[in-house]
């Protein structure tokens, strides 16, 4: 079994966690309530997971464009 870290945003391929780091790293899955787990990870048909997380471009974009919106809110 393998984790497929997969961006919600471009679907690009983030990382992989195979299961021997997956037993000594902590996914944090704990603090998600069962909705967010649902909705971030989903079962392949070869019993891997993947995971909907965001990538580096798509995080710089969505830091950025607040202060965008910011700035056209403001020109108006
Ligand atoms: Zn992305």
Redesign the pocket.
């Known amino acids: 079994m393998a984790l497929h870290y997969v ?6 391929q ?1 990382g992989t966690l195979d299961q021997e780091r997956l037993a000594t790293t902590n996914l944090g899955f704990d603090v998600l309530t069962n909705a967010e787990r649902q909705n971030m990870i989903s079962f392949m048909s070869n019993g891997d997971l993947e995971i909907k997380t ?6 710089e ?1 969505l830091d950025q464009s607040p202060h965008y919106h910011e700035q056209q809110t403001f020109l108006q």
């Not at 961006?7 to 690009?12: A, D, F, N, Y």
């Not at 965001?54 to 995080?59: A, F």
């Open positions: 961006c919600r945003h471009c679907q690009s983030v965001i990538c580096e471009e798509c995080q974009a």
